[in-house]
């Protein structure tokens, strides 16, 4: 299994834990809709309302057709195809986190507007130019093939049509503290400065329309998490439901690479030129 399906891949059974969790939580799981599953599958910083922000950069209607490139647990594939009516195809690289992904779309009732692909978003099989726009979140810190990513981008959205980059980059005080919630050290962890991304993404062919850093809203969204959770306890399901017991220090690392400029949080947003 590829490194960085392994990082994300736990023993098995994460459908059954996160159902199990679900009912154990008294959840009625015929209710359930997208925002609930939020704090487990939403996998990034600033979770649902960062998703939020993308849908209104990627500028799509109820007509248009989006690409999730990593779409992981596939929380914001569903969060933009529930909020604009479109349909997503999410492609991702770990098995069990597509059949998760199409598991929770089952028991949201979104499975017509989403589906999940395994693959690599670096070489997709998806065609050419037919999506209205395409989204990545928090995934190029796993790929060392960058121009890969931001080339197969390029070819999946049609001319006129809107990408979405948001990541964790490199920030300018140091060296990031590991583990991290995509990976245990740097075999597996490849992020570009910020100074980088200005340059990749035009040479993949887009004009930036937007760059808006968000570091300041993730240290304090870590931060609330970390209060809430010491507070009121967990929710029923959470990233530790897959990254088990590492999460908390993992977690606690995130606040210091953020408080410390290790790491930022920035979003792009992109076109294709028609
Ligand atoms: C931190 S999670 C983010 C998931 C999702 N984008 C989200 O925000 O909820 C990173 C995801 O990237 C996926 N990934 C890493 N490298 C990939 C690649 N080369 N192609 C496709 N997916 C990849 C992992 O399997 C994982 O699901």
Same mark, same amino acid.
Request: charged fraction near 5%.
């Given at each position: 299994m590829d490194p960085v399906s392994r990082f994300y891949s +736990? &023993? /098995? /059974?994460l459908v059954a834990a996160i159902g199990s969790a679900l009912d154990a939580s008294g959840a009625d799981r015929s209710a359930l809709r997208p925002a609930d599953l939020a704090p487990v599958d939403e996998f990034h910083i600033r979770g649902r309302s960062a998703t939020l922000e993308i849908v209104e950069a990627? $500028? @799509?209607? $109820?007509g248009s057709q989006v690409v999730d490139l +990593?779409? /992981?647990?596939g929380g914001p594939a569903r969060t933009v195809a529930e909020v604009v009516g479109c349909t997503v195809t999410g492609v991702d690289l770990t098995p069990e986190f597509c059949e998760v992904a199409t598991a929770l779309s089952d028991w949201t009732g979104m499975s017509d507007l989403t589906r999940f692909h395994v693959g690599d978003a670096t070489a997709t099989h998806l065609p050419d130019a037919a999506a209205d726009a395409a989204l990545t979140i928090h995934v190029a810190m796993n790929i060392a093939d960058k121009e890969a990513l931001y080339a197969e981008a390029f070819r999946v959205v049609r001319p006129g049509g809107r990408f979405v980059v948001y990541d964790v980059l490199q920030g300018e005080g140091g060296e990031v503290r590991y583990p991290v919630p995509w990976a245990h050290d740097t075999s597996t962890s490849f992020l570009a400065t910020p100074q980088e991304m200005r340059a990749l993404l035009p040479a993949a062919g887009f004009e930036v329309v937007s760059e808006t850093d968000s570091s300041d809203e993730s240290l304090r969204w870590f931060q609330e998490l970390r209060a809430r959770s010491q507070q009121q /306890?967990? &929710? &029923? @399901?959470?990233?530790a439901t897959f990254l088990g017991d590492s999460f908390a220090q993992m977690a606690a690392n995130q606040v210091t690479n953020l408080a410390e400029r290790r790491i930022r949080t920035v979003m792009f947003a992109c076109v294709r030129p028609s």
């Open positions: +736990g &023993p /098995g /059974g990627l $500028a @799509v209607d $109820a +990593g779409s /992981g647990l /306890g967990p &929710p &029923p @399901v959470t990233f």
